[in-house]
């Protein structure tokens, strides 16, 4: 396809927007609140569940709409809250060709050891022998561990039932984020997601901060496994005889980013109370089983005062006090409540949803199927103001054009939208800071972003993606290719589902009168057959797709 077209096409997408119209049903109350009764299932009642499936989901599928309208959305919300009643086996069975995700720590650590130091030293000098390359090339090494995990939460993205659970497990890690290339986490990164956000992800937000707390990944991404009293001294291994001190890493973020929030009232004092507090958690033997462990000896056993209230449990209680506090903090409420509103309603939380979210929070001891009902039966949810209001960050995009084009895959064709992913801008488990992954547009709209999302929707479109596979064709019918118009029409109601701007409709239309996107019957007769794989690539490329 020529660049100036694609440009053409991203230079719309930039500067786009769309709304998409709900129109008001009759209502009925249940557990999700107020929701419009089944008599109201209607043309808008199906325009509602692509709303609610934009939002709630990776993006729909073909036909996916009139599922949740045929048992309605109230009842399809359901489900997805309470993902064991969901079978999902297709995806379990695919997964199944990535080993590494059912791995212990420790069998990570032995069965994808880092190279020796010998090894490192020829590689870093250029000094390996062909033999010795190909040996390297075909031994298990730790970034398989990273490649695997990301492959499976792509594969999870496009095939999966349980797209609420999905949804939020991408959410929670970047809640509590750790970053892959740091150290020892590449090895602990699988049981992280697995053992502590994927079950907690639909559950209590107490445990979950527990459970965050006491792991391996984030006590050494946040350097809290070396944090101690000052002037411990270290008395083994191969720091032995180095003095120690407090890190407030962990500290910091705890409460900037995980409870809090930056404005949530706490003061440098309390972070390093807080560090205090949590002196003498570590890690247990980190280069093998690599377990939590609590060490009297680097604790801080003097008292503490945070946010005004005394610490005075002892030992390894400090921190658990410490969690207990935060959790039950007002701020912690409005802070979990905004990324929750952030993530499901608009950039900038209605205020109001806000407050009604943190209620609810506090009224449940910080449930999150509880809170995510609330978001869900709110007007704010539903409303056109809000409709489209969220461009899809990088695996988003990805993720969701696979699912529009009906894709199936394999491992390798999840590790390879992975890769996409990251060519995009988002690198799975890659994000260095504390913060994550941005949960804003600003971040993802620029124009070198927008033409990497075009490339990768052609590449998709025409088959060109390893281990992917996607019938667009299937899209408009074999016989409509030679009426160029009703095969834009048909993609514009199959992959926008009838959201297209004028000015959308207006740029690619004019993609419709020259090559590439005709081209002559093989008899030279008769009208031009058009490439419904480029045109369907350029509405995926419209701004109408970017957003959710």
């Not at 119209?21 to 109201?40: I, K, Y």
């Amino acid at each position: 396809m020529r660049r100036a077209r694609l440009v053409a096409v991203v230079a719309l997408a930039a500067a786009g927007s769309c709304s998409c119209a709900l129109s008001d049903e009759p209502a009925a109350t249940t557990r999700l609140g107020t929701v419009p009764a089944p008599a109201a299932l209607s043309a808008s009642m199906v325009e509602r569940g692509r709303h609610v499936l934009q939002r709630v989901t990776y993006g729909p599928r073909p036909r996916d709409a009139e599922q949740v309208k045929a048992i309605g959305f109230a009842a399809w919300l359901e489900r997805q809250l309470d993902p064991d009643r969901i079978d999902d086996a297709v995806t379990e069975g695919a997964l199944a060709a990535l080993p590494t995700l059912a791995m212990s720590i420790g069998d990570l650590q032995r069965e994808y050891p880092r190279p020796d130091a010998e090894t490192r030293r020829k590689l870093a000098g250029g000094e390996m022998t062909r033999d010795e390359r190909r040996e390297l090339r075909t031994a298990k090494r730790p970034f398989q561990i990273v490649g695997e995990l990301q492959a499976a939460k792509m594969l999870r993205a496009v095939t999966s039932e349980r797209q609420l659970q999905e949804v939020m497990v991408d959410f929670w890690f970047n809640h509590f984020n750790v970053f892959a290339g740091k150290g020892e986490v590449r090895w602990y990164l699988t049981a992280y997601e697995r053992d502590v956000i994927r079950p907690h992800a639909l559950g209590r937000f107490p445990d979950l901060l527990r459970a965050t707390a006491h792991h391996p990944a984030m006590l050494f991404y946040l350097d809290n496994w070396l944090s101690t009293r000052p002037g411990f001294t270290v008395r083994a291994g191969p720091n032995a005889g180095r003095r120690a001190g407090l890190n407030e890493n962990y500290a910091r973020e705890l409460m900037e980013l995980h409870t809090l929030g930056v404005d949530g009232g706490y003061t440098q004092a309390d972070v390093t109370e807080v560090a205090r507090a949590f002196t003498g958690w570590t890690i247990e033997r980190p280069r093998q089983e690599a377990r939590f462990a609590f060490r009297p000896a680097m604790h801080d056993g003097g008292d503490k005062l945070v946010l005004g209230r005394p610490v005075r449990a002892g030992g390894q209680r400090d921190g658990d006090e410490v969690l207990e506090l935060l959790t039950r903090h007002p701020a912690t409420a409005r802070f979990v409540a905004g990324k929750l509103v952030r993530r499901f309603v608009a950039d900038d939380p209605p205020p109001a949803l806000v407050e009604r979210v943190a209620a609810a929070y506090h009224a449940s001891g910080g449930d999150i199927r509880t809170m995510l009902r609330v978001i869900f039966a709110a007007p704010e949810f539903l409303a056109p103001a809000t409709a489209d209001a969220k461009i899809k960050k990088p695996s988003e995009f990805v993720a969701s054009a696979a699912r529009a084009l009906g894709a199936t895959l394999d491992a390798r064709g999840a590790a390879a939208l992975a890769r996409a992913s990251a060519e995009i801008g988002e690198g799975l488990y890659e994000a260095q800071p504390p913060t994550g992954h941005p949960d804003r547009a600003e971040a993802w709209v620029n124009p070198g972003a927008l033409l990497a999302r075009m490339n990768f929707a052609l590449a998709l479109a025409e088959g060109r993606v390893p281990g992917v596979w996607v019938d667009v064709a299937g899209l408009v019918g074999d016989d409509d290719r030679r009426q160029p118009d009703l095969v834009l029409e048909r993609l514009l109601a199959s992959l926008l589902h009838g959201r297209a701007t004028a000015a959308t409709r207006s740029v690619l239309s004019a993609q419709l009168a020259a090559p590439p996107l005709t081209r002559v019957a093989p008899d030279n007769r008769g009208p031009a057959e058009t490439d419904v794989a480029k045109l369907a690539a350029l509405v995926l490329g419209s701004p109408e797709f970017q957003r959710r």
